[in-house]
């Protein structure tokens, strides 16, 4: 992850077209999750929170993890406003380190696309992830134009996601896209979309 360019983003990450197009990507997720009332769900590449917070009412506890402290200040400040009692926040990067952590639900939205090495990524989620889990990950559509640029590391196909998920022990792997939009990055359009994975 490129912790400098984020950190820099993080008071102003919050824009209008960001919140709409989380809270797009929020009812995807929420669909997947209907009876989720005794899961504990983390979020890794959280941000500032926009999409893990959407899931506060749904599930017994969210953690929000990101690799930049001031966007997790951020999410702090929208918890204490809040008054959420079931979020808890923490600082890690998976791509360096994985702390001793559990879910039964990762989240991971418009995160991968930044990963340089996704399959070791993918393989800290797999750990991370409790025995009957979900893997539930938003990303951008495979798109070479998107891939010349600067923050972008690689757009996935939907059989390139699958084979690096099999490839990390997840299994019943099934890929929707379920958006598109005009101006989604850098005022290109884009398609998203939700692979739901299971580590059985």
Same mark, same amino acid.
């Given at each position: 992850?490129?912790?400098?360019?984020?950190?820099?983003?993080?008071?102003?990450?919050?824009?209008?077209?960001?919140?709409?197009?989380?809270?797009?990507?929020?009812?995807?997720?929420?669909?997947?999750?209907?009876?989720?009332?005794?899961?504990?769900?983390?979020?890794?590449?959280?941000?500032?929170?926009?999409?893990?917070?959407?899931?506060?009412?749904?599930?017994?506890?969210?953690?929000?993890?990101?690799?930049?402290?001031?966007?997790?200040?951020?999410?702090?400040?929208?918890?204490?406003?809040?008054?959420?009692?079931?979020? $808890?926040?923490?600082?890690? =990067? &998976?791509? *360096?380190?994985?702390?001793?952590?559990?879910? @039964?639900? %990762?989240?991971?939205? /418009?995160?991968?696309?930044?990963?340089?090495?996704?399959?070791?990524?993918?393989?800290?989620?797999?750990?991370?992830?409790?025995?009957?889990? $979900?893997?539930?990950?938003? =990303? &951008?559509? *495979?798109?070479?134009?998107?891939?010349?640029? @600067?923050? %972008?590391?690689?757009? /996935?196909?939907?059989?390139?996601?699958?084979?690096?998920?099999?490839?990390?022990?997840?299994?019943?792997?099934?890929?929707?896209?379920?958006?598109?939009?005009?101006?989604?990055?850098?005022?290109?359009?884009?398609?998203?979309?939700?692979? @739901?994975?299971?580590?059985?």
């Amino acid at each position: 992850m490129e912790d400098n360019i984020f950190d820099e983003m993080a008071e102003r990450f919050d824009t209008p077209e960001q919140i709409e197009l989380s809270e797009i990507i929020g009812e995807e997720i929420k669909k997947k999750l209907p009876d989720a009332g005794s899961k504990d769900v983390l979020e890794y590449g959280a941000s500032t929170g926009l999409v893990g917070l959407q899931l506060t009412g749904k599930v017994r506890s969210v953690q929000l993890v990101d690799s930049s402290e001031p966007m997790l200040h951020m999410a702090r400040e929208k918890i204490s406003r809040r008054s959420l009692s079931n979020v $808890r926040v923490q600082h890690a =990067d &998976f791509t *360096k380190e994985t702390p001793e952590l559990e879910a @039964d639900v %990762i989240v991971m939205s /418009l995160v991968l696309h930044h990963i340089h090495d996704a399959a070791d990524l993918l393989r800290q989620l797999f750990r991370v992830l409790r025995q009957g889990g $979900r893997l539930l990950i938003v =990303d &951008f559509d *495979k798109d070479e134009t998107m891939d010349q640029h @600067d923050h %972008i590391h690689k757009t /996935l196909s939907h059989d390139e996601l699958t084979a690096l998920l099999t490839e990390a022990g997840f299994s019943s792997t099934n890929i929707r896209t379920f958006h598109h939009g005009k101006g989604l990055f850098n005022e290109q359009d884009a398609s998203l979309f939700l692979a @739901d994975s299971v580590k059985e």
